[in-house]
């Protein structure tokens, strides 16, 4: 048995009543129920801590899976976006090169500044985001080859 050593504590009259009534049924010391009760909060205590670390740990490896999770789509968004602007650029230089006259010019620069509009509408509202789940769901393994 582990060597003991003498703690003394202050309760209020009542935790002392609770005390004896509960030492006269036991028939346990008040001392031994005051360990008793010590060792089960110190327990606890140690269990909090170690739930606590945990939580922390699956915390920072969700966090970790999410990170590479979203690196992945915004790469693929950025070279979304290079192939479609390049392809406006490449259609727009042609359809420049074809419409020689200052009315067709005006149409087509105006035609790619309602384009350009409807594009950062798309952003703005959040279209592109339920494409993007809709393509890639929550459950999708980014590590796996397809």
């Known amino acids: 048995m582990a060597r003991t050593e003498r703690v003394n504590a202050t309760v209020d009259s009542n935790t002392k009543k609770e005390l004896e009534k509960l030492s006269a049924k036991t028939e346990l010391s008040q001392s031994e129920i005051i360990n008793i009760a010590l060792q089960e909060h110190l327990k606890l205590m140690s269990t909090k801590d170690n739930i606590d670390f945990i939580t922390n740990e699956i915390y920072r490896a969700v966090e970790s899976k999410l ?38 010019q005006e149409f087509l620069k105006q035609e790619i500044e309602l384009a350009n509009k409807k594009a950062y509408k798309v952003l703005k509202d959040g279209y592109l985001e ?10 999708f393994d980014f590590n796996k080859d397809y």
């Open 67 to 104: 990170d590479k999770y979203h690196n992945r789509l915004f790469r693929l968004l950025a070279k979304i976006a290079k192939s479609s602007f390049s392809g406006l650029y490449i259609n727009a230089h042609l359809l420049s090169y074809m419409c020689q006259n200052e009315i067709s």
């Open 130 to 139: 339920e494409d993007i789940m809709k393509l890639f769901p929550k459950d």
